[in-house]
């Protein structure tokens, strides 16, 4: 790694990390009630150690001659017609009752870790990135495949909240505990602490660079996710035409085989991990030998009991051991927060790509008049797929637009709603350029019916009226006429309450395209989209949706994409496009005297027919 690729991830791994401080600095509350559980829990765990050292302390006043008297806290003493037994089991219950609260607040501990976890962080954050890809361009989910958007929502944002109670909460709790402990073992024997715990700056060196050499495996493990769930999603969608070929087997492989890379990326990282807790653990070690051996010594000598001294001190070296241990953890959680939150921040630093401009108004009802000036348009740099289109469309005007595969036909009517804007000239509606109209009302002057248009699992009235929430079972119903969809709307065995399965699965696609195209008309808009909306039906079926589209395309501009002339013929004018320019423009009858594509597109349309 060079220099400065070096120098470039860690600045980039030092405002990640400062973008998560910030986040956590907003659970700030919640935080310092975890952190005042884990300083009650540190302090009865001492409690709990300290009364048996009393106890040892005090059995060998018993059992041996000279030994010096107890020190009990507080400047208590037992009383003196208190049996030896007597004092045992005081301690004893002291013992007993510091592990008994310790456990009922390590109980409501958890309880609250989780409740900010789990209940408020995850859910939060989850909320914000899904807000945000609302407000994302098409251009962003072209670039970004569904399957690692999924991951991001749900990997990635665990991994985020692990950064609070993980990396943070634990930290702090390391340092406090750390603080803790050193201060009991300094005022033990400062000698013996500081021997003890010289080899400390060694084992934090070793956790730190082994954090590091994780980072990437992090990262390779979640791309290596994003394709796994992408490779699922796909297959899973693509179910049909799996089974239709008797491809079963082909696609279990392709599933297994990105299966088994996700599963033997975690067993290389699982491997490296698996050294670090093991090598912690050693080195832990070293404090305890010095301890044996130095403290050992200063027992015999009587500079230090063996109760209240040796062994408590053996105990907060060991509590200190564990928390040197969740240094390593911290660490560890540390890299795939940061590979986590890059991927996050992605999302919730992509820039909107359809920004409203400052002074933009809403349009109450549109005229529909469309004008193209000069229109260039890409979706990828140095890759034009419009170029200069000038074309006018007037209010109430049916145009179809035709030409062979790849034209820019779906890319030009893109633009009528703004689901992109052009990379040059001008889109207008009623005269103003799109981008001066605020953008939620020209969507709501625009009705689309897609190629392929999507259902919700939800019922037929709510997919009817899902632009419009809030319209009456009078003004669904209606649409539904209007879309020649009520007749098999009302042979369902709930009508319009009849929930639908994923993606309307449990519809033919000619009672697909009818709902989809009720969908549209409720909004009653001054424009119809309609991209190449009979393209998957029948020919019977393709003419019930040229009737109902009659009646809905009546008074209203209606672009519409189609590749059968027995649609196209029912528009007012046609433009051909080719290689993202206009070839052509006439009715139905002037096109077919004209040689070009239309004339030829038709005659084979008419010879494949014979």
Do not use: I, T
């Given at each position: 790694m060079t220099a400065g690729k070096a120098a470039?991830?860690?600045s980039r791994q030092l405002y990640l990390l400062g973008r998560l401080l910030r986040l956590a600095g907003g659970y700030w509350a919640e935080c310092l009630g975890l952190l005042l559980f884990?300083?009650?829990?540190?302090?009865?765990?001492?409690?709990?150690?300290?009364?048996t050292g009393w106890a040892i302390d005090y059995l060998r006043s018993l059992v041996q001659p000279g030994a010096s008297a107890v020190q009990f806290p507080f400047g208590w003493s037992p009383p003196r017609e208190w049996e030896p037994i007597q004092v045992l089991w005081l301690l004893g219950a002291v013992v007993f009752a510091s592990a008994a609260v310790r456990a009922g607040l390590s109980v409501l501990n958890a309880m609250a870790a989780n409740r900010l976890g789990q209940g408020r962080i995850v859910v939060e954050l989850r909320a914000r990135v899904y807000a945000r890809m609302q407000k994302l361009s098409f251009r962003f989910f072209d670039a970004n495949a569904t399957g690692s958007l999924i991951n991001r929502v749900t990997g990635d944002v665990q991994a985020v909240r692990l950064f609070v109670d993980g990396v943070v909460l634990q930290a702090v709790g390391v340092v406090v505990a750390g603080v803790i402990y050193l201060s009991t073992m300094v005022r033990i024997h400062s000698g013996l602490a500081l021997a003890c715990l010289a080899y400390l700056p060694v084992l934090l060196t070793v956790v730190v660079l082994f954090a590091r050499w994780l980072r990437k495996d992090y990262e390779e493990g979640r791309g290596r996710m994003d394709t796994l769930v992408r490779t699922f999603e796909e297959l899973a969608r693509g179910i049909g035409v799996v089974k239709s070929f008797g491809l079963e087997t082909w696609a279990s492989g392709r599933f297994l085989g990105t299966n088994d890379a996700v599963t033997a990326q975690k067993h290389r990282l699982f491997a490296k991990l698996t050294v670090l807790s093991p090598l912690v653990s050693l080195l832990n070690q070293i404090g305890m030998v010095i301890l044996l051996g130095y403290g050992g010594v200063l027992a015999i000598r009587g500079e230090i009991p063996v109760g209240t001294g040796l062994l408590v001190f053996a105990g907060v070296l060991q509590q200190l051991a564990a928390q040197v241990n969740a240094v390593g953890s911290i660490a560890d959680n540390l890299q795939q927060t940061l590979t986590g939150a890059e991927r996050v921040y992605e999302i919730l630093d992509a820039p909107d790509g359809l920004e409203e401009r400052e002074g933009s108004i809403p349009i109450e009802q549109a005229k529909g008049e469309i004008r193209f000036e000069k229109v260039e348009f890409r979706f990828q740099p140095n890759a034009t797929v419009l170029h200069e289109i000038d074309l006018v469309i007037r209010p109430g005007e049916k145009i179809a637009i035709v030409g062979p595969t790849g034209s820019g036909k779906s890319a030009l009517v893109s633009l009528i709603p703004r689901f992109y804007d052009p990379d040059g000239g001008v889109v207008r509606l009623d005269g103003r350029d799109l981008r001066d109209w605020r953008l939620d009302s020209v969507r709501r002057q625009v009705g689309v019916v897609f190629q392929?248009?999507?259902l919700f699992r939800a019922s037929v009235a709510a997919n009817i009226s899902f632009g419009n929430p809030s319209a009456s079972r009078e003004a669904i119903e209606r649409a539904a006429r209007l879309a020649s969809a009520a007749e098999f709307i009302e042979?369902?065995?709930?009508?319009?309450?009849?929930?639908?399965?994923?993606?309307?699965?449990?519809l033919s696609g000619g009672q697909r395209q009818r709902l989809a195209l009720a969908r549209a008309i409720l909004l009653d808009p001054a424009i119809l989209i309609l991209d190449d909306p009979t393209a998957a039906v029948d020919a019977n079926t393709e003419h019930e949706i040229l009737a109902a589209m009659e009646g809905v395309m009546a008074g209203r501009t209606t672009v519409l994409i189609a590749h059968r002339f027995s649609t196209v013929r029912r528009a007012d004018r046609i433009v051909v496009l080719d290689a993202g320019r206009i070839v052509a423009a006439g009715t139905h009858e002037e096109l077919a005297e004209v040689p070009g594509y239309y004339r030829d597109a038709l005659l084979a349309e008419k010879g494949g027919a014979a």
């Open positions: 470039s991830d860690a884990q300083v009650a829990l540190l302090s009865l765990g001492l409690a709990g150690l300290a009364a392929e248009s999507f042979r369902l065995p709930d009508g319009y309450d009849s929930v639908l399965h994923e993606n309307g699965s449990n």
